[in-house]
């Protein structure tokens, strides 16, 4: 009989604390986008990009100038053997300094991504977090991130993290 008393005291005491809990949701991706530094960043990184594929563009077609430079000159019988053995090794080092490049781009291309969205994303979690101690909540879910699996209904805190960053 104690058992059972127990039993039931101690399952209404979990009841209470689980009703206790508040959770929200907050779809980052949705956000962040409509948030204007993003905007920004976007702008930037673009930019950026912009100018690192002009600079392989340049690459490419210097290459395709000496590539055809060098056929007029094989075709027409002006090189030996020896300058044409030359010549082909040049331009493979040139296709593979153009590789080389576009590895280096990649790179720098997620290094400079990395660089201009920390801050932002930073900006946003330390408001989550703030959100979240100020008003209670257990949990605060990415609905982006497709990490709820089921869950009872619960505030959506966009528009408070809207007006506190500022978004329109």
């Known amino acids: 009989m104690k058992l059972n008393f127990l039993s039931i005291a101690l399952m209404m005491a979990l009841a209470v604390t689980v009703n206790a ?5 907050i779809d980052t991706q949705e956000l962040l986008s409509q948030m204007s530094e993003m905007k920004l960043a976007d702008n930037q990184l673009q930019q950026y990009q912009n100018e690192l594929m002009a600079k392989r ?39 593979e300094e153009i590789r080389s490049y576009e590895t280096e781009m990649q790179q720098k291309i997620i290094a400079k991504r990395e660089e201009l969205l920390k801050p932002i994303i930073d900006k946003v979690q ?24 089921h869950a009872a209904e619960s505030e959506n805190l966009m528009s ?9």
Do not use: C, H, P
């Open 126 to 149: 330390l408001e989550i977090d703030k959100l979240g101690k100020e008003q209670g909540y257990t949990m605060i879910f990415d609905a982006s991130a497709g990490m709820i699996l």
């Open 160 to 168: 408070t993290l809207k007006t506190r960053l500022g978004v329109n």
């Open 57 to 95: 563009g340049e690459m490419t077609i210097k290459f395709e100038d000496e590539y055809k430079a060098y056929l007029n000159e094989a075709n027409g019988g002006t090189l030996s053997k020896v300058q044409m053995q030359q010549r082909e090794e040049a331009l493979v080092a040139k296709q």
């Open 21 to 25: 809990q508040k959770f929200g949701y």
